[in-house]
């Protein structure tokens, strides 16, 4: 069975600085997607980045990129110039393309917070 | 505005009550889910369906209920059977396809009493 793993339960950050959270995932499948999602304190879960495990270029959305080592099962989100609003949990997953139903595979996440 | 909405936002319970609890979403997505979050804990999946009059147990499934007669809505009952139901309990809808995002409701908070 695929697992996911957030080593990191909370991070911290200076305002406009850099942080990467660290997401490793077991499969033994080499189709599949990943994905980062924001749970603010408002609780509503949010789409930050998706990256397909075909795609050798990582994905990018304006300050968050990601760095998928295939190999190494590894998807960190890395986010550029912290802003208060990045504060949040930020849960990666991970869903295969060949199970008929989609689940996606959580990670336990990390909470990031962002220092003035 | 297309989206998911649930209700209520907070819900209390007494011991030995079943509770319904409701999702509707408008995107038109054939797929939805039932997730229940814990403290400390990634979601947890209870059921999910990809078809209306179609669903499926998730990894969590005992001591729920649910139903799909409709494409827009997919009812979760909680029932007396769980024995520890207190907790925040998202919806999501997705189109029925491995790449595609699910989007999330803004949940439901369950209390026990």
């Known amino acids: 069975a695929q697992t996911v793993t957030q080593s990191q339960p909370e991070m911290s950050v200076q305002e406009a600085e850099t942080v990467t959270l660290s997401c490793t995932y077991d499969?033994?499948?080499?189709?599949?997607?990943l994905f980062w999602y924001k749970q603010p304190p408002s609780r509503q879960m949010i789409l930050v980045i998706r990256?397909?495990?075909?795609k050798q270029q990582n994905a990018t959305e304006n300050r968050f990129s990601v760095n998928f080592q295939k190999a190494a099962k590894s998807f960190s989100l890395k986010i550029s110039d912290s802003q208060l609003g990045d504060a949040a949990m930020y849960f990666c997953a991970y869903r295969s393309a060949m199970d008929s139903n989609y689940q996606l595979i959580w990670g336990a996440g990390t909470k990031l917070i962002i220092k003035p | 505005d297309g989206g998911i909405t649930q209700s209520p936002k907070y819900l209390f319970r007494k011991e030995g009550q079943n509770v319904t609890l409701s999702c509707e979403q408008n995107?038109?997505?054939?797929?939805m889910y039932w997730y229940r979050q814990d403290p400390g804990q990634g979601l947890r999946l209870i059921y999910y369906?990809?078809?209306?009059?179609?669903?499926q147990k998730g990894d969590i499934a005992e001591g729920y209920s649910v139903s799909r007669e409709k494409k827009e809505s997919f009812p979760l009952t909680v029932t007396s059977a769980q024995k520890n139901p207190t907790a925040f309990y998202l919806c999501?809808?997705?189109?029925?396809?491995?790449?595609?995002?699910?989007?999330f409701g803004p949940g439901t908070r369950l209390t026990v009493l």
């Open positions: 990256q397909e495990a075909y």
């Open positions: 999501a809808s997705s189109i029925d396809s491995p790449s595609n995002e699910q989007f």
């Open positions: 369906s990809q078809i209306v009059n179609d669903f």
């Open positions: 499969t033994s499948e080499s189709d599949y997607y």
């Open positions: 995107l038109n997505h054939d797929a």
